[in-house]
């Protein structure tokens, strides 16, 4: 959008990419408390218009000819609080919506959903706005939100039991000493900040390695990465048979295990030059991390009481967003310094430490989902 319609460059394109990732640095712990707060499915309804309004500002801007690279960092600022906010409620809301036992079920449908849109996404909004111009992209998200609210809109949300008005501060503190004191949460906190430390330290220098080491065209690179995509679907189809054989602790496991073997395998291309050995890692990338987001996210919604889970989403969303920068900031430097070698040893040290964390801690070796600590909903009458 920014190359082709605006005529921009990497810095531009640069500056847009920190503007919109920023609320999930800034407003990730506020917007759970006001998860914990207000109604999630309203919320939810409220991120789909923030979103839609958005979209439709763009498609605005663009008919006037006003729209400019400034502009669209503070539409897309907006946008991402809404993309935030309802990240935060969706997890927040499900247990209120179905039983215990069916929250990882409903989660593998979830994770597949958008598995399925990450894949399809980008290839059809390039086209769209290839084909037919960037408004009709726009248009098409802009009528996607609006889907998504006829489709929440008939939800029946249980009431909560009001929380005591505080100040946010406390109720931060209460959400941070929850996460920082449970044995099966601050692991998986961990994990995943190590996660995406090593994932962005990777990306730092990553499509460059490919290009000038591999001898990788544009057209490859894209190829390359389309396994990422395929390993994340198979993952969540592969969810529910392997719920089967293997035990929570050992699904929960295979999410960081295929992060340390995706890093690995492109560590190993430095000596042996393969590309096949690149779209394996790619697979193992995406297919490792979709199990442990469904099994995670369902142990969470499990271990804590639903007046907290805004929070302690909110908590886990800063913790794994707030490794980004720093990971690629760190890639940054190691590159300049020791060079793109230095940067994939690097990434592939800290997919080996989140390995180690997971495999010597609690939540490694569950063999079934914990019993629920609450009811999925404290309910009142209306």
Same mark, same amino acid.
């Given at each position: 959008?920014?190359?082709?319609?605006?005529?921009?460059?990497?810095?531009? @394109?640069?500056?847009?990419?920190?503007?919109?990732?920023?609320?999930f640095?800034?407003?990730?712990?506020?917007?759970?408390?006001?998860?914990?707060?207000?109604?999630?499915?309203?919320?939810?309804?409220?991120?789909?218009?923030?979103?839609a309004? @958005?979209?439709?500002?763009i498609?605005?801007?663009?008919?006037?000819?006003?729209?400019?690279?400034?502009?669209?960092?503070?539409?897309?600022?907006?946008?991402?609080?809404?993309?935030?906010?309802?990240?935060?409620?969706?997890?927040?809301?499900?247990?209120? /919506?179905?039983?215990? &036992?069916?929250?990882? %079920?409903?989660?593998?449908?979830?994770?597949?959903?958008?598995?399925?849109?990450?894949?399809?996404?980008?290839?059809?909004?390039?086209?769209?706005?290839?084909?037919? &111009?960037?408004?009709?992209?726009?248009?098409?998200?802009?009528?996607?939100?609006?889907?998504?609210?006829?489709?929440?809109s008939?939800?029946?949300? %249980?009431?909560r039991?009001?929380? @005591?008005?505080?100040?946010i501060?406390?109720?931060?503190?209460?959400?941070?000493?929850?996460?920082?004191?449970?044995?099966?949460?601050?692991?998986?906190?961990?994990?995943?900040?190590?996660?995406?430390?090593?994932?962005?330290?990777?990306?730092?220098?990553?499509?460059?390695?490919l290009?000038?080491? /591999?001898?990788?065209?544009?057209?490859?690179?894209?190829?390359l990465?389309?396994?990422?995509?395929?390993?994340?679907?198979?993952?969540?189809l592969a969810?529910?048979?392997?719920?089967?054989?293997?035990?929570? &602790?050992?699904?929960?496991?295979?999410?960081?295990?295929?992060?340390?073997?995706?890093?690995v395998?492109?560590?190993?291309?430095?000596?042996?030059?393969?590309?096949?050995?690149?779209g394996?890692?790619?697979?193992?990338?995406?297919?490792?991390?979709i199990?442990?987001?469904?099994?995670?996210?369902?142990l969470?919604?499990?271990?804590?009481?639903?007046?907290?889970?805004?929070?302690?989403?909110?908590?886990?969303?800063?913790a794994t967003?707030?490794?980004?920068?720093?990971?690629a900031?760190?890639?940054?430097?190691?590159?300049?310094?020791? &060079?793109?070698?230095?940067?994939?040893?690097?990434?592939?040290?800290?997919?080996?430490?989140?390995?180690?964390?997971?495999?010597?801690?609690?939540?490694?070796?569950?063999?079934i989902?914990?019993?629920?600590?609450?009811?999925?909903?404290?309910?009142?009458?209306?």
């Amino acid at each position: 959008m920014v190359v082709v319609v605006l005529g921009g460059g990497v810095a531009e @394109t640069g500056i847009l990419h920190m503007v919109q990732t920023l609320p999930f640095l800034l407003l990730a712990l506020p917007i759970g408390v006001l998860v914990d707060r207000a109604s999630r499915k309203n919320l939810m309804i409220m991120s789909e218009l923030v979103r839609a309004a @958005t979209a439709f500002a763009i498609i605005i801007a663009l008919a006037l000819n006003v729209l400019s690279v400034p502009l669209l960092a503070i539409l897309g600022f907006v946008g991402a609080i809404g993309t935030l906010t309802f990240s935060i409620a969706s997890p927040a809301l499900l247990p209120s /919506l179905v039983a215990p &036992g069916e929250l990882s %079920p409903m989660n593998r449908r979830l994770e597949l959903a958008r598995s399925a849109a990450f894949v399809a996404g980008p290839p059809l909004g390039g086209a769209l706005v290839g084909w037919t &111009g960037a408004p009709l992209a726009f248009a098409a998200a802009m009528a996607a939100s609006i889907l998504a609210i006829l489709l929440l809109s008939p939800l029946h949300e %249980p009431q909560r039991v009001s929380p @005591t008005k505080r100040r946010i501060w406390p109720e931060l503190v209460e959400g941070c000493q929850f996460v920082m004191h449970h044995h099966l949460l601050l692991p998986i906190a961990a994990t995943a900040m190590l996660f995406n430390i090593g994932w962005f330290v990777l990306q730092a220098v990553f499509v460059v390695f490919l290009i000038d080491h /591999l001898g990788s065209n544009p057209g490859m690179v894209g190829l390359l990465f389309g396994f990422y995509g395929v390993g994340m679907i198979v993952g969540a189809l592969a969810a529910a048979p392997l719920s089967r054989i293997f035990s929570l &602790g050992t699904l929960i496991a295979i999410g960081p295990l295929g992060g340390c073997l995706g890093s690995v395998l492109v560590l190993l291309t430095v000596a042996a030059p393969s590309l096949l050995l690149i779209g394996a890692a790619m697979f193992c990338f995406g297919f490792g991390p979709i199990l442990w987001s469904i099994n995670t996210t369902s142990l969470r919604q499990v271990v804590t009481p639903s007046a907290m889970l805004g929070r302690v989403s909110a908590l886990l969303t800063l913790a794994t967003s707030g490794a980004r920068p720093l990971g690629a900031g760190l890639g940054v430097v190691i590159a300049s310094v020791a &060079g793109m070698e230095a940067c994939l040893a690097a990434s592939a040290l800290c997919f080996c430490l989140q390995l180690f964390i997971i495999l010597s801690s609690a939540p490694a070796r569950l063999r079934i989902m914990p019993e629920a600590v609450s009811p999925a909903s404290a309910l009142v009458s209306r």
